[in-house]
C-alpha cells in the first residue's frame, strides 16, 4: 500500500476516528486504526467495540491495499507536522513509513484480518434529519443522561419515533431530565424506541456540525448507524426498557405557579452563588419566590454563606425550593432563549424549566432538600 495525501486533509480525519481509541486495551489491534486505500480514496476506521467512527478522503493511491496502523502515534505524527506539508505513507517488510519533509517515521503494523469491523444490521427504520437538528437534540439533552449508573439503561439517551410528535429524544439520571421534541418528514407507523449508548451520544455531539445537510440514520434492534458526508458512526444500542419518562414530568397544566427569568442572569445569579460551594460533595442552592425578585441563598458545611438576587416576572405566594445548582446550571444552558419560564406546584415538587415559548422543550429538576 503507497499513497500521498495533505496534513490537512488527513489530520481533522485522525482527530475523529482516533477518538474511540484507548491507550490501554486487551486487544492490541483496538489502539490501531484501520487504513484502506481502494480507487482513489482513503477510508480510515477506529473502534472499541462498542462503536465504530469510519471516514474517507481522497488521495494519490500508487499502490491498493489495507493495513492497521497505530493510531495514537499516527495522530501525533500529524499533529506535529508543518500546515500544508505533504505526507506519504508506505507499507513495506511489515512497517508503514510515514514521510513527510525531510521527517521519516517507520510504524509497526498488524494485520488488517484482525481488525473488528461493525456490519450493517439488515432491517431497521431508515429515516433523514437535517445534520444541524441532530446536533441541537443532542445538546438538549445529552447533559441529563447518567454514567455508569447501575440501572444501565439511564447511561444513554432515548430515541423514539413517534407517528404524531416525530423524533422525540430523552435523557435522565433519576435527579433530572431532558426532553426534546424534533419534528420529521418520516412517515412512522407505530411508536418505536431505542436507546443510544452515552458514548456515542457524546461522539456524534462532538463529530457533528450545524450545516442544513441531510443526515441519514437507521435505527435497527441492535445498532444505530448515522451518516453526514464522508463519515459514519455506528454504534450498539442498550439493551433495556426505557422508564415510562411522561411519568416523571409534572403535569402542572394551570394549577402551576409561573415564574419568568432572563435565562443568562439567572445562570450568572447561580454560577456566582456557587463560588462557596466549591468542595462541597452536594452543592444545592434554595430559591425564594416572592412577587418580582427571586433570592438565591448557599449554606456549605463550614457555615459560610452566600445570597444573591435577581429581578424576576412573578406573582405567586413567596416559596422556597430547594436545588442542586449544577442542575440548574445546566439546565439552562441547554436554553437559547433569553427568557426562561420555571414551573413549579409548591416547595416539595419537581419544577419544570424551558426556554420562553419554547414548547419542544422540557426540562425536569427534582427538589433538593437542603
Known amino acids: 500500500m503507497e499513497f500521498s495525501v495533505n496534513r490537512e486533509v488527513i489530520f481533522p480525519v485522525l482527530n475523529k476516528t482516533n477518538s474511540l481509541v484507548k491507550h490501554r486495551q486487551t486487544l ?3 489502539g490501531n486504526l484501520l487504513v484502506v486505500a481502494r480507487e482513489g480514496r482513503v477510508t480510515i476506521t477506529g473502534t472499541d467495540l462498542e462503536a465504530e467512527i469510519k471516514t474517507s478522503f481522497e488521495a494519490e493511491i500508487k499502490q491498493e491495499g489495507e493495513v492497521t496502523i497505530p493510531a495514537r502515534k499516527l495522530l501525533d505524527i ?7 506539508v505533504a505526507i506519504r505513507f508506505k507499507v513495506k517488510d511489515e512497517r508503514c513509513t510515514v514521510t513527510a519533509g525531510r521527517g521519516r517515521f517507520a510504524l509497526g503494523l498488524l494485520p488488517a484480518a484482525d481488525f473488528p469491523t461493525m456490519d450493517l444490521e439488515e432491517g431497521g427504520f431508515d429515516f433523514q434529519i437535517q445534520e444541524g437538528q441532530l446536533k441541537q437534540l443532542l445538546e438538549k439533552i445529552a447533559f441529563a443522561m447518567a454514567q455508569q449508573d447501575v440501572r444501565y439503561y439511564l447511561n444513554g439517551a432515548l430515541f423514539e419515533l413517534d407517528p404524531a410528535a416525530g423524533l422525540v429524544s430523552v435523557a435522565t439520571d433519576g435527579h433530572r431530565l431532558a426532553k426534546f421534541v424534533t419534528p420529521l418528514d418520516a412517515l412512522v407507523s407505530e411508536k418505536r424506541q431505542a436507546i443510544i449508548p452515552h458514548k456515542a451520544v457524546i461522539e456524534l455531539k462532538r463529530l457533528l456540525g450545524t450545516s442544513d445537510d441531510l443526515v441519514a440514520i437507521r435505527l435497527g434492534e441492535r445498532s ?4 453526514v458526508g464522508t463519515m459514519t458512526l455506528t454504534s450498539k444500542l442498550i439493551d433495556g426498557r426505557y422508564p415510562e419518562y411522561e411519568r416523571v414530568i409534572p403535569a402542572y397544566n394551570g394549577s402551576a405557579v409561573l415564574a419568568t427569568v432572563e435565562t443568562n442572569e439567572l445562570k450568572r445569579a447561580l454560577s456566582q452563588t456557587a463560588i462557596l460551594s466549591k468542595g462541597e460533595k452536594y452543592p444545592g442552592v434554595r430559591l425564594d419566590f416572592a412577587p418580582g425578585v427571586l433570592k438565591l441563598m448557599t449554606r456549605t458545611s463550614e457555615q459560610e454563606e452566600a445570597e444573591n438576587e435577581i429581578d424576576i416576572e412573578y406573582t405567586g405566594d413567596a416559596v422556597s425550593i430547594g436545588f442542586s445548582i449544577a442542575y440548574l446550571i445546566e439546565a439552562l444552558g441547554a436554553i437559547e432563549e ?11 415538587g419537581s419544577a419544570v424549566l424551558r426556554g420562553l415559548g419554547a414548547e419542544r422543550e422540557t426540562f425536569v429538576v427534582m427538589p433538593m432538600r437542603l
Open 78 to 84: 500529524c499533529r506535529n507536522l508543518s500546515d500544508g
Open 224 to 227: 444505530l448507524r448515522v451518516a
Open 338 to 348: 433569553s427568557r426562561a419560564e420555571i414551573r413549579f406546584q409548591d416547595g416539595n
Open 28 to 30: 492490541p489491534v483496538l
